[in-house]
């Protein structure tokens, strides 16, 4: 019998600089996602939830997605590449918006590891990451820069779960 654990995350020594993380899978995002999302954030602004005021209001014409829910997105999609196993997220350096997300648009997210460096007391890693939401149709709408803090393998706490490998067992 052979027990498979789904990795999510990496340790410091699988980060290589130049490296490209595709995640998967895509999500679109629905007028539902994107109202919820306002209402949860406290963001009531009219260009994403009032078809109305989207219409004769703005310059798209529609409503947009608002920018914190694509970011979360794509964040999310990149974690367990990333930063699943991580000991912190240090700071997100760079937001872009590059274009608006629509209703019914679907998000991809792609991650390049652009540095990496021991932390001093040898048991972790700082890794940088940049990573991009792009949408169906090819066009970049997210951008952004993040430093994560990961464990070296040696040092990382072994994975842990609320049962043993009697689960299956014949009883």
């Known amino acids: 019998m052979a027990i498979h654990d789904r990795p999510f ?3 410091f020594e699988d980060f290589e600089i130049g490296d ?18 306002c209402m949860i954030t406290m963001n009531h602004h009219p260009l994403h939830t009032n078809e109305w005021f989207a219409e004769n209001e703005t310059v798209h014409k529609k409503n947009v997605v608002v920018g914190n829910l694509v970011y979360s997105i794509v964040l ?4 367990p590449d990333v ?5 912190a997220n240090l700071e997100v350096e760079t937001l872009k918006h590059s274009k608006p997300t629509f209703h019914g648009d679907t998000i991809y997210a792609v991650t ?19 990573t991009k ?6 066009e970049e709408v997210c951008f952004f820069r993040r430093k994560v803090m990961v464990w ?10 609320p049962y043993d ?7």
Do not use: C
């Open 9 to 11: 995350g990496r340790y």
């Open 76 to 79: 999310g999609m990149s974690v």
């Open 112 to 130: 390049k590891v652009v540095d990496k460096s021991e932390t001093s007391d040898g048991k972790r890693g700082i890794v940088t990451v940049e």
């Open 133 to 138: 939401g792009i949408n169906q149709r090819g």
């Open 165 to 171: 490998d009697s689960v299956f067992a014949e009883g």
């Open 20 to 37: 490209v993380y595709r995640h998967w899978p895509g999500k679109t995002i629905t007028e539902y996602d994107d109202h919820l999302f």
């Open 152 to 161: 070296k393998r040696e040092h990382a706490k072994p994975r842990q779960f």
């Open 83 to 87: 930063s699943g196993s991580a000991v």
